[in-house]
């Protein structure tokens, strides 16, 4: 499909170590820890945030895998690390089989081309000031790929393959609604035709309606361009509906991780258990079911005071 | 006679670019001990509701007419400190957001007497006591060290707890949640819910649960109605509502929600539903949902603006094509 080639110039020759072999992308024994210092002008080092606590999990290509989990698991901040926009403290991030922690800032602006990021809020994520056109070429700008009129011109297309008539280039976003505006997002992650993009709440702001048709161009995405997700959120029937495999954090670690399928259906950890069983579903019989399973699981789950 | 009774209710805001019709003819009835579920997508008119019961809509916005009749007293008419002495004794509220309604300058113990030293005659002592028994009943743990805590050293379902306490110090008869677990997460909203429900059941409270979330609704309500751009849709018990869905947004918003228990979802697709909601300066002046149903034709629903009718007992739906009625299969669809 001539769609699929959505730069305008071929990417930069990479060195290619991996083998087919190799999943996508491979973490490992990842761990983020965020230092609570003490003292003024002599600070010291009292105590670590363990924000990703020995993280390790791998995404194949043209895989989905889902990372769920509560407020403060941990779950953005492995999505970073793994992008690089937070330096780990320790662990290894193979993309494609190159190591991705302690390179270059320039080596990791090349294969960062590779990987990009689709954010939670789509107000905060675009810049008001700058054209839809421009946003979704600044990727190309960034990198020094094609000339103006190329760069609008994948822009232009980028926006059709999003849903959008290609006029819309000179518009700002205050003129799209939220979730026009995501669209957009997604439509600037796309323009180097990356392998990997990492979703990080990307319909959480939206309203039902909305949050179906960008699930679903999502995935049309995915077929299309051959395109892996690492899919955060926090919203497990929307993980389900996107995932082929679940890793379930907790407190800066995976507590499982498999098959989304039987994830759902044979929860084998506590945690993950309780966690299914607290999501209220749309229908009241279920509930008055899920209602009594949810008591059996109180202990599992203390509230935070 | 029912507690609440709200009827022909319209809410319009001023702005430089028009009125926005905010809320646009909207009645039901709520019976004592009973719980209603508002639900609907941002901007349908679903909090505008609740503040207008309540009084509280500021400027630009304006009750235009219609009448909201509380334990059979009209209040839209009432003087502002009439309308103070019911707000927090007989009618209680919480918001969505618990980092913002409590004040985070003031102890949690002065917040909690402040609602009970303005409508009951009690003394300090008496007071702080009663405001920590209420914390007890909210199942905040060391309810009585807690009581001198700043917001700040609260959870966030801690702090919408003291949001419920305080809701509920008076004795209301009637309790009105706006997206009372919206910032919470899944767990700690379950415990929230299982509480409000505890605490409805032992005040003998009505309580109206306003939510985009249908799993929300599912759980609480008993009655169920559905916003869209600023009118009550369908209407009806919770059970009937999610087994026969009547109109067709109803259908749709159903279909758009991504199931919990769905073996194989990742290899499919979700019903969307196309375009979005109308601009209420400019509502479509017939049915409101014509331009994004797959059922509305060239007929009725462009020209004639559907009344909310009664299609089987206790089922209001207001559509020109309800499911049960339905012969003809989606228009565009071969």
Redesign the interface.
């Known amino acids: 499909m001539s769609e699929a080639e959505v730069t305008t110039e071929p990417v930069a020759a990479q060195p290619e170590p991996s083998s087919d072999a190799e999943p996508l992308l491979v973490v490992k024994n990842l761990k983020k820890y965020f230092p609570v210092k003490k003292g003024i002008l002599i600070e010291k080092t009292v105590d670590n945030v363990k924000a990703v606590d020995d993280v390790s999990f791998e995404v194949r290509r043209g895989e989905?895998l889902g990372l769920v989990g509560?407020?403060g698991s941990g779950k953005s901040t492995t999505g970073y690390c793994v992008l690089q926009l937070l330096k780990p403290t320790s662990g290894s991030v193979r993309f494609r089989g190159q190591e991705l922690t302690g390179l270059s800032r320039e080596k990791l602006r090349e294969v960062r081309r590779e990987f990009q990021i689709v954010f939670q809020d789509p107000y905060a994520s675009l810049n008001p000031r700058m054209t839809v056109g421009d946003i979704i070429a600044e990727p190309l700008v960034v990198n020094k790929l094609g000339t103006r009129k190329s760069r609008r011109k994948t822009a232009e297309r980028l926006l059709d393959v999003v849903g959008f008539s290609p006029d819309f280039v000179n518009r700002y976003p205050h003129e799209f609604?939220g979730?026009q505006r995501q669209r957009i997002g997604i439509a600037r992650a796309l323009a180097l035709n990356p392998q990997l993009i990492v979703c990080d709440e990307p319909v959480s702001a939206l309203?039902?309606?909305?949050?179906?048709?960008i699930?679903?161009l999502l995935?049309d995405l995915q077929q299309e361009f051959g395109l892996s997700y690492l899919f955060i959120a926090?919203?497990?029937?929307?993980v389900?509906?996107?995932?082929?495999r679940i890793a379930v954090m907790n407190l800066g670690k995976i507590v499982e991780m498999g098959d989304?399928?039987k994830v759902?259906?044979h929860p084998q950890v506590d945690y993950t258990q309780?966690?299914?069983?607290?999501?209220?579903?749309?229908?009241?019989?279920k509930?008055r079911v899920?209602?009594e399973e949810?008591k059996k699981h109180k202990h599992v789950?203390a509230?935070?005071? | 006679m029912a507690l609440l009774e709200v009827d022909d209710l319209r809410t319009y805001f001023k702005t430089r670019a028009g009125e926005v019709h905010a809320v646009d003819n909207v009645s039901f009835k709520l019976e004592e001990r009973k719980t209603l579920g508002i639900v609907g997508?941002?901007g349908c008119g679903k909090s505008v509701t609740a503040l207008s019961i309540m009084g509280l809509v500021q400027t630009p916005g304006r009750v235009v007419s219609g009448s909201v009749r509380f334990n059979g007293r009209e209040l839209t008419t009432l003087k502002r400190r009439q309308m103070e002495d019911i707000r927090g004794m007989e009618i209680g509220m919480i918001f969505q957001d618990p980092m913002t309604s409590l004040n985070p300058t003031l102890t949690i113990g002065t917040q909690l007497t402040e609602t009970l030293s303005r409508h009951l005659d009690l003394s300090r002592k008496e007071a702080r006591k009663r405001a920590v028994e209420l914390l007890e009943e909210v199942h905040?743990?060391n309810a009585s060290r807690r009581l001198d805590d700043y917001p700040h050293r609260?959870?966030g379902?801690?702090r919408q707890r003291v949001m419920i306490a305080m809701a509920i110090s008076c004795n209301p008869k009637l309790l009105i949640a706006d997206e009372p677990t919206t910032a919470l997460?899944?767990?700690?909203?379950?415990?929230v819910?299982?509480l409000l429900e505890e605490l409805r059941e032992e005040h003998a409270m009505a309580m109206i649960m306003i939510t985009?979330?249908?799993?929300?609704v599912?759980?609480t309500a008993d009655d169920i109605a559905v916003m869209y751009a600023g009118q009550i849709v369908e209407e009806a018990t919770?059970?009937d509502l999610?087994d026969r869905p009547e109109h067709p947004y109803t259908e749709?918003?159903?279909g758009?929600?991504?199931?919990?228990?769905?073996?194989?979802?990742?290899n499919?697709?979700?019903?969307?539903?196309?375009g979005?909601p109308p601009d209420l300066l400019s509502p479509p002046n017939a049915c409101r949902f014509a331009p994004r149903c797959k059922y509305a034709g060239s007929d009725d629903c462009t020209t004639v603006p559907p009344e909310l009718r009664e299609i089987r007992p206790g089922h209001w739906v207001r559509s020109a094509h309800p499911a049960s009625e339905r012969v003809r299969e989606p228009v565009g669809v071969s």
Not at chain 2, 185 to 191: F, H, I, P, R, S
């Open positions: 989905t509560e407020s609604s979730g309203d039902v309606s909305i949050q179906a048709q699930l679903n995935k926090h919203d497990l029937a929307v389900r509906a996107m995932s082929d989304a399928d759902y259906e309780a966690l299914l069983a607290a999501v209220p579903v749309a229908d009241p019989v509930m899920r209602r949810r789950l509230e935070p005071v | 997508e941002s905040i743990p609260y959870s379902g801690m997460d899944v767990t700690v909203q379950a415990g819910l299982d985009h979330n249908m799993g929300v599912a759980e919770a059970q999610f749709a918003l159903l758009a929600l991504p199931k919990l228990d769905e073996p194989d979802a990742r499919g697709r979700l019903a969307s539903i196309p979005r």
